[in-house]
C-alpha cells in the first residue's frame, strides 16, 4: 500500500485523513433533509456499498438500518475467491485470511452399501482449483464481515456510520434535484417517529421482504414451495474424521448434513436439511427446536457421534429460490433509474452454494463505483442502467445453478450415486460447479462498458467482462514479487494494464514507449481528456506496464512520464507502475494469461476488476472511443 503522498502522518495507514467537508454526524441526530445516496439496510449489500462510497467524500451518503445495532453472530459465512479479491481492493483480505478457515477440501460422504444406516467416504475433491485465484475460499461469521466493512466505512474520509434504528416505509420518485422522497420511522428510542428523506439515488438493500423492492413494484417470481433449513454453530467433541473440513454428507434414510468448519479451530456450523414447506405453510408452526437439529445431525452422522457442548446459534432458516423482476426503477416512468435494488432484496436461493452473502455483496460492487462517477459528474448516467442489466443475467444465473445443485444433493442417495463415469454424481457436479461457487463465472456481456472481442486472442486468459485474473509479478522499483491484481483498490479508477510486446524495453520509438507518450499528451487521450485541473495523471485511469525481461534490465527512472507520474502536493514521482515477469518459479504471467509474447497488448480493467477491454499496444482509437461512450469531459 502506498501513503506518506502528501506528508508524512503517524499512526494506522489505513485511516485516510478525513475529509473537511464531510458531514458530520453524532448517534441519534437528526436524519437530514437531503442526500445524494440513502442506502436501506446494514446486511452485506448496504455495508459493501457504503464503504465503496464512504471513499469518495463529496458523496453525502446516509445508510439506514432498522434493527438497533449491528448483528453479532449468525446468518452466512461463507467468502467465496472472488468476494476475497474484492476484499484485497478493500484493504482487508489479509485480515479475513488470517482468521478465517479455508475451505482446502469438500469431502462427501453416502450410505455404506455394507451397512446403509451408516456412512463412509467416497471421495475428496480439492475446492480451489489450482491457479483459479491467489486467494482462499474462507468461513467465517457473517458478524465479523459487517464489522470490517463498518471499520473501513469509519476509516474512509466520508467517516460514514449507520443510523440504526430507522426503516424505510415507503419512497416515491418525482422531479427535482433530489426525486426520490423516503418516509422513515423511527424503529429505536423515538418509535413511531417518522422522517422524511429526498435523495437523488436510493439503494434498497433491505433484505428479502424488501419494502424498497416493493415500492417500486418489483415482484419475486420463482419457486413457490419453500425449502426449510436448520442451521447451527456448535462447539462440539466427535468422532466424525472430517469435522475440519466441509462436508457434504447424506444418509440413507435420516435426509442431508453440511458441515462446514469456522474460524477459530473448534466452531463448527452444521445445516440440516429439514422438509419443504408446502406454499402456504410457514416453518414456525412445525415447532422445530435446537435440539431437533443435534438428534438429526446425530442419525445421519452415525456411526459417528456429535457431542454439543454449546450451542452458539441456530435458526431456521427459509428459503426459495426466487428473483424480482425489477432491480430498478426505470420501467416505472420509462427515464434513467433512481431507485436500485440489490441482494437478497432482488434473489434469495439455498444456503447450499454458499453465495447469499457474496453475491449481495458483489451487486453493491457492481453498483457503488457507477453511481460514485455518475454523482462525481464524471460518467454519463445511462450508464447506471447497466446494473440491472449485468446483475439481473448473474442472478437469474445463480438460481439456475443452485436448483440444479439443490437438487443433486436432495436426490435420494442410491439415484445420486454414480454419474455414468464411475464417479458420484454429487461429486461430478460438485467440481463442474467450483468455478460457479468461487464466484469466478461471471460474465457480463458486451455492452458500453464491455467491449467487443476483436483482439480477444492477444490475452486469452482475460477474457473480456470476466474478472482480471490476477498473477504473479515482480515491481521494478523495489524488486518486490507480488499478484499483479492487488495493485487495485476499491478507489473507483480504471486500471489500464500495458504487456509489452518481446524486447520492448520502453525505448523511445517502442510501443510501450509510444502508448505511454500518447496517454500523457495527446489531446484525444482519455488520460488528458478526463483527468482534471489538479489532479494526480493517474486520478480517471491508472496505466501500469508489464514487462518481459528481468527488473535489472529495466531502466526505472528513465520511463516516460506516465510510469513515474509526479503526484500529490510535493510532486513525488510515483515509484510503483512498472512490472516485471517474476522470474523465480512463480509463474510467468505472460504464459499463465495467455498473453501474446510477440505484440503484448492493453488490457483495460473497470474500478470493480472486471476486464472493459483488451486492445493492441497502438490501439489508441479504440481507447479513446470507449471512454467517450461513458466518461464525460469536464463541462
Ligand atoms: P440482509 O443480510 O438480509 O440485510 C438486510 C438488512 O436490511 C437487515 O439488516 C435488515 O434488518 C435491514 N432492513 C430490512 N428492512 C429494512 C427497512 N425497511 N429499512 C431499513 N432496514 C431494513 N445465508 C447463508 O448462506 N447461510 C445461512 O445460514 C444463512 N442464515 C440466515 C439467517 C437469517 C436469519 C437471515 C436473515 C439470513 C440468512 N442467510 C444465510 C442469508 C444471508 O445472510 C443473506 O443472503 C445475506 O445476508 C444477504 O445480504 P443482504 O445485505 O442482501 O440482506
Redesign the pocket.
Known amino acids: 500500500m502506498q501513503f506518506y503522498l502528501d506528508g508524512f502522518r503517524g499512526g494506522d495507514p489505513d485511516i485516510r485523513p478525513a475529509a473537511p467537508g464531510r458531514r458530520l454526524r453524532e448517534a441519534h441526530d437528526r436524519l437530514p433533509d437531503t442526500v445524494d445516496v440513502l442506502i436501506?439496510?446494514?446486511?452485506?449489500?448496504?455495508l459493501c456499498l457504503a464503504a465503496q462510497l464512504a471513499r469518495f467524500p463529496g458523496i453525502d451518503t446516509l445508510i439506514?438500518?432498522?434493527?438497533p445495532g449491528p448483528?453479532e453472530k449468525?446468518?452466512?459465512?461463507?467468502i467465496n475467491v472472488r468476494t476475497m479479491e474484492m476484499f484485497q481492493a478493500f484493504g482487508f483480505a489479509g485480515t479475513v485470511k488470517r482468521e478465517s478457515c479455508w475451505v482446502n477440501q469438500t469431502a462427501f460422504w453416502v450410505p455404506d452399501p455394507a451397512r446403509p444406516e451408516h456412512i463412509r467416504r467416497i471421495a475428496r475433491v480439492q475446492d480451489v482449483a489450482d491457479d483459479s485465484s491467489e486467494m482462499p475460499h474462507a468461513l467465517i461469521n457473517?458478524a465479523r464481515i459487517h464489522e470490517l466493512f463498518l471499520d473501513a466505512m469509519m476509516a474512509a474520509p466520508a467517516r460514514l456510520a449507520p443510523d440504526y434504528g430507522?426503516?424505510?416505509?415507503d419512497l416515491v420518485v418525482e422531479d427535482g434535484t433530489h426525486p426520490v422522497r423516503v418516509t422513515l420511522e423511527n424503529t429505536g428510542v423515538n418509535a413511531g417517529e417518522t422522517a422524511a428523506v429526498r435523495a437523488k439515488y436510493v439503494v434498497g438493500?433491505?433484505?428479502?421482504?424488501?419494502?424498497v423492492r416493493k415500492a417500486i413494484g418489483g415482484e419475486m417470481h420463482g419457486d413457490a414451495a419453500h425449502q426449510a433449513w436448520g442451521?447451527m454453530d456448535i462447539l462440539a467433541n466427535t468422532d466424525f474424521p472430517d469435522i475440519r473440513q466441509k462436508c457434504v454428507v447424506s444418509s440413507a434414510r435420516e435426509g442431508n448434513v453440511l458441515i462446514l468448519p469456522r474460524e477459530g479451530g473448534y466452531l463448527v456450523r452444521l445445516?440440516v436439511e429439514l422438509d419443504k414447506l408446502s406454499p402456504d405453510e410457514r416453518v414456525a408452526s412445525r415447532n422445530f427446536t435446537a435440539d431437533h437439529l443435534i438428534a438429526a445431525a446425530n442419525r445421519i452422522l452415525r456411526p459417528h457421534v456429535l457431542d454439543v457442548k454449546e450451542i452458539v446459534w441456530w435458526?431456521i432458516?427459509e428459503i426459495g429460490h426466487r428473483l424480482s423482476d425489477r432491480f430498478d426503477d426505470a420501467a416505472n416512468h420509462g427515464g434513467l433509474p433512481r431507485v436500485f435494488v440489490?441482494?437478497?432484496?432482488c434473489h434469495t436461493h439455498s444456503?447450499k452454494a454458499?453465495q447469499?452473502?457474496n453475491v449481495?455483496m458483489q451487486d453493491t460492487f457492481n453498483l457503488g463505483w457507477k453511481l460514485a462517477q455518475v454523482l462525481r459528474g464524471r460518467m454519463a448516467p445511462e450508464v447506471l442502467r447497466s446494473y440491472a442489466e449485468e446483475r439481473r443475467a448473474e442472478a437469474r444465473r445463480l438460481i439456475e445453478t443452485d436448483q440444479a445443485w439443490a437438487r443433486t444433493m436432495s436426490a435420494p442417495p442410491g439415484e445420486s450415486d454414480l454419474d455414468g463415469t464411475g464417479m458420484p454424481r454429487i461429486q461430478a457436479q460438485f467440481i463442474e460447479n467450483l468455478e460457479f461457487t468461487g464466484g469466478l463465472a461471471v460474465d457480463y456481456a458486451h455492452s458500453i462498458l464491455s467491449g467487443g472481442a476483436e483482439h480477444q486472442a492477444l490475452a486469452t486468459g482475460q477474457r473480456i467482462g470476466r474478472r482480471f485474473h490476477s498473477a504473479p509479478v515482480v515491481r521494478v522499483a523495489d524488486a518486490r514479487r507480488m499478484q499483479l491484481g492487488h495493485v487495485a483498490e476499491a478507489d473507483g479508477r480504471w486500471r489500464l494494464y500495458a504487456f509489452a510486446g518481446a524486447g520492448d524495453l520502453c525505448a523511445p520509438g517502442s510501443p510501450m514507449h509510444g502508448l505511454a507518450t500518447w496517454l500523457a499528451g495527446d489531446p484525444a487521450s482519455p488520460v488528458v481528456r478526463h483527468t482534471r485541473a489538479g489532479e494526480d495523471a493517474d486520478a480517471v485511469i491508472d496505466l501500469r506496464a508489464v514487462f518481459q525481461t528481468t527488473f535489472e534490465a529495466l531502466d526505472a527512472a528513465g520511463m516516460p512520464p506516465l510510469l513515474r507520474p509526479a503526484k500529490g502536493r510535493f510532486g513525488l514521482r510515483d515509484p510503483e507502475k512498472v512490472f516485471c515477469v517474476d522470474h523465480k518459479g512463480a509463474g510467468d504471467i505472460f504464459d499463465m494469461r495467455g498473453i501474446d509474447r510477440a505484440r503484448g497488448c492493453m488490457i483495460l480493467v473497470r474500478p470493480d476488476q472486471y476486464v472493459a477491454q483488451v486492445l493492441p499496444l497502438d490501439g489508441v482509437a479504440a481507447l479513446a472511443a470507449f471512454f467517450d461512450a461513458i466518461l464525460l469531459a469536464e463541462g
Not at 449468525?74 to 461463507?78: E, S
Not at 438493500?205 to 419494502?211: F, I, K, N, V
Not at 440489490?342 to 432484496?345: C, E, V
Request: charge should be neutral.
Open positions: 436501506a439496510g446494514c446486511g452485506p449489500a448496504g439506514v438500518e432498522r434493527k448483528i449468525g446468518q452466512a459465512d461463507g457473517q430507522w426503516s424505510v416505509k438493500c433491505d433484505g428479502a421482504r424488501s419494502t442451521v445445516y435458526s432458516y440489490a441482494g437478497d432484496a444456503p454458499g447469499g452473502m449481495s
